[in-house]
């Protein structure tokens, strides 16, 4: 499917690890033929115009950031209908005021239902919610002291979570255009 594409880095500009300076990021898409692109953040959000099929631009793109910045960083995409599905799909709406308490981890293939079994869906207060190729994460505190993280390993594949407001806005910027 080619059109609007959102992609999402994981764990990039966190510290002085990783670092993909957002023009850069810019400059690679616009290299690789991508159209109207906007980034969001320094934490490795971009929403772009393509002509090729998204799994195509993605693959190009973790091998750009390969051969330009020496790094094998995991790259995620949605269309703007995915990611609006998943904001209208959100089960815990009375934290969507509170960005620092649901977080959604965007995943490279649908959850296994076994594992989630085997997990558990609560975690001391904390709670997750299995969506399409997505897990909302609510949190009582904060991410950084809940158990859901050692859940989240527990699932496997491949993740990368964004807080609530990075999530909406993502979907704002590429329902635009």
């Known amino acids: 499917m080619d059109g609007r594409i959102v992609l999402l880095l994981r764990a990039v500009n966190l510290g002085p690890h990783n670092r993909v300076p957002m023009p850069v990021f810019r400059d690679l898409l616009t290299g690789l033929g991508a159209r109207d692109v906007?980034?969001?953040?320094?934490?490795?959000?971009a929403v772009a115009d393509i002509d090729e099929p998204h799994e195509n631009f993605v693959e190009r793109v973790h091998k750009g950031i390969l051969d330009q910045l020496g790094l094998d960083i995991d790259v995620f995409s949605r269309t703007p209908a995915e990611l609006a599905d998943i904001v209208r799909a959100n089960p815990f709406p009375h934290l969507a005021n509170t960005p620092r308490q649901l977080h959604v981890a965007f995943l490279d293939a649908p959850v296994d239902p076994a594992r989630i079994g085997a997990i558990g869906r609560r975690h001391g207060q904390?709670?997750?919610?299995?969506?399409?190729?997505?897990?909302?994460?609510?949190?009582?505190?904060?991410?950084?002291?809940?158990?859901l993280g050692t859940a989240m390993r527990r699932l496997g594949g491949r993740q990368t979570a964004r807080n609530w407001t990075t999530v909406t806005t993502l979907a704002e910027l590429s329902a635009r255009g």
Do not use: F, I, K, N
């Open 126 to 147: 904390d709670e997750l919610a299995v969506g399409d190729r997505a897990v909302y994460l609510a949190y009582t505190g904060t991410m950084h002291d809940s158990p």
């Open 38 to 45: 906007v980034t969001y953040l320094a934490s490795g959000q």
